[in-house]
């Protein structure tokens, strides 16, 4: 069984930062992309960022290019996602995603192996 972790939401103003955290931990497993994604009410789940271990290769998404930086450490399945300049359509609940398999993509929900419960993100004007 693989456990994925998030922390780090909250309520805070726009123009504040936020930091989030994932740990996937568990049985014996290798993870290959650690993402992250995210769901407003009434929308979508959509990419936002992820890490591809192999040559530390990060993909961002356009939406919060420049804002949001994603960083972490390989050893401990641990993954971060600072945001910076928030806005209040960044609001949503943020959910940690891993791929434990060598798939293509990153950036399609549809290729990631397990899911955490997600931490919400509230973003106030």
């Known amino acids: 069984q693989v456990y994925v972790d998030e922390s780090g939401g909250g309520l805070v103003q726009a123009g504040d930062s936020l930091r989030l955290s994932c740990t996937a931990s568990?049985?014996?497993?290798?993870?290959?992309?650690m993402g992250w994604f995210r769901q407003a009410p009434g929308k979508e789940r959509e990419f936002v960022a992820a890490?591809?271990?192999?040559?530390?290769?990060?993909n961002v998404a356009d939406s919060v290019k420049g804002r949001f930086t994603i960083s972490g450490h390989n050893a401990q399945n641990t993954v971060y996602l600072e945001m910076n300049n928030l806005k209040t359509e960044d609001t949503a609940t943020y959910y940690c995603?891993?791929?434990?398999?060598?798939?293509?993509?990153?950036?399609?929900?549809?290729?990631?192996?397990?899911w955490g419960q997600g931490t919400q993100v509230i973003v106030s004007s």
């Open positions: 995603a891993i791929q434990i398999r060598p798939y293509e993509l990153v950036d399609s929900s549809r290729d990631y192996d397990y």
């Open positions: 890490m591809r271990w192999k040559g530390f290769v990060i």
């Open positions: 568990g049985s014996t497993f290798s993870t290959f992309v």
